[in-house]
Nanobody, 123 residues
Framework: QVQLVESGGGLVQAGGSLRLSCAAS????????MGWFRQAPGKEREFVGA????????YYADSVKGRFTISRTNAKNTVYLQMNSLKPEDTAVYYCAVHTSGSYYYTRSYAYWGQGTQVTVSS
């Protein structure tokens, strides 16, 4: 069993930055790719980015490419999402999840979701 706890969300002005953390417990973390997703009110959960188990490869949605950076520290069982140049349309609940199989871009490829952390970007 894996438990994920996201933190670091909050209220920020447009153009600002936030760093989200996802702390994982369980033995599968260091062997698993991890993903970040977000869900705005009334919208489906969407892919933000993913990172391979080693941290050597990262993948991003076009909407965040160049602004967001995913990293991980396996020794601390933690994955991070650094968000810069935030926009009001980035407002959402952000979730991390453990990748199990298939494409990184789909929620069905993940198990063990965190409870989410709210990010609100004001204009």
């Amino acid at each position: 069993q894996v438990q994920l706890v996201e933190s670091g969300g909050g209220l920020v002005q447009a153009g600002g930055s936030l760093r989200l953390s996802c702390a994982a417990s369980g033995r599968t973390f260091s062997n698993s790719a991890m993903g970040w997703f977000r869900q705005a009110p009334g919208k489906e959960r969407e892919f933000v980015g993913a990172i391979s188990w080693s941290g050597g490869s990262t993948y991003y949605a076009d909407s965040v490419k160049g602004r967001f950076t995913i990293s991980r520290t396996n020794a601390k069982n933690t994955v991070y999402l650094q968000m810069n140049s935030l926009k009001p349309e980035d407002t959402a609940v952000y979730y991390c999840a453990v990748h199990t199989s298939g494409s990184y871009y789909y929620t069905r490829s993940y198990a063990y979701w965190g409870q989410g952390t709210q990010v609100t970007v004001s204009s």
